[in-house]
């Protein structure tokens, strides 16, 4: 069965809004989150690594006001962009480090319109 | 930081020929090498992993191979099925399971 669970799976909304996916760790108490983009016929880049109790340490070139994350609990992070703008419409996936790989979320399917 | 350059982009083989996905990466401190298998749509699922300690690994019709030396590992399908047919990822990790960074990705098709 999945042991990450994300959602919204698909969310079409209107330049300016701001969204919010979460990610849940169904199996694991997650102390590391991991946030990954991916744009059509593209690979997987890393956001961001979300650590539980502390601020989310964001890769170069990912602006960190632009995309909050909150990691909460040991099985809740949440990523929301802010202000969204069509040039953030993508594929968001979540993972989630336990027993010794990486378990990834089935992803959230951004469009802005 | 690390880099990771995967070839071919794109692979056709006639089913139940072998496939082969080749991975180079920059960081010689880097020693956890995943696969992952992602079908259109969906989140990708690791099928096979190596640790820097380890220089082949096979399970059933895959299997991987490392060299250190020379700083590339590469993915083997044998008897390749419709199935089969997805975009695979290889990918290397400073520590075992922490961050990845993921090579371009090459799309598998299975002719049958």
């Known amino acids: 069965g999945a042991v990450v669970s994300q959602h919204p799976s698909w969310v079409i909304c209107k330049s300016g809004t701001s969204v919010k996916i979460e990610c849940r760790s169904l199996?694991?108490?997650?102390?590391?989150m991991f946030w990954y983009r991916q744009f059509p016929k593209q690979s997987l880049m890393l956001m961001a690594t979300?650590?539980?109790?502390?601020?989310?340490?964001?890769e170069q070139g990912v602006e960190k006001d632009k995309f909050l994350i909150n990691h909460a609990s040991l099985t809740l992070s949440t990523l929301t962009v802010t202000s969204a703008h069509p040039e953030d419409s993508s594929f968001y996936i979540c993972s989630v480090k336990g027993m010794g790989s990486q378990h990834f979320g089935d992803g959230t399917r951004l469009s802005i319109l | 930081g690390e880099n990771v350059e995967q070839h071919p982009s794109t692979l056709s083989v006639q089913e139940g020929d072998s496939a082969v996905i080749k991975c180079t990466y920059s960081d010689s401190a880097s020693n956890y090498f995943p696969w992952y298998k992602q079908e259109l749509g969906k989140r990708p699922q690791l099928i096979i992993d190596?640790?820097?300690?380890?220089g082949e690994k096979k399970d059933q019709r895959i299997a991987v191979t490392l060299n250190k030396t020379a700083k590339h590992f590469s993915l083997h399908i044998t008897e390749t099925q419709p199935e089969d047919s997805a975009v695979y990822f290889c990918?290397?990790?400073?520590?075992?399971?922490?961050?990845?960074?993921f090579g371009a990705g090459t799309i598998l098709r299975v002719k049958s």
């Open positions: 190596i640790r820097s300690n380890v």
């Open positions: 990918a290397a990790s400073l520590e075992y399971g922490n961050k990845l960074v």
């Open positions: 979300s650590n539980e109790g502390s601020k989310a340490t964001y």
């Open positions: 199996d694991f108490q997650a102390t590391t």
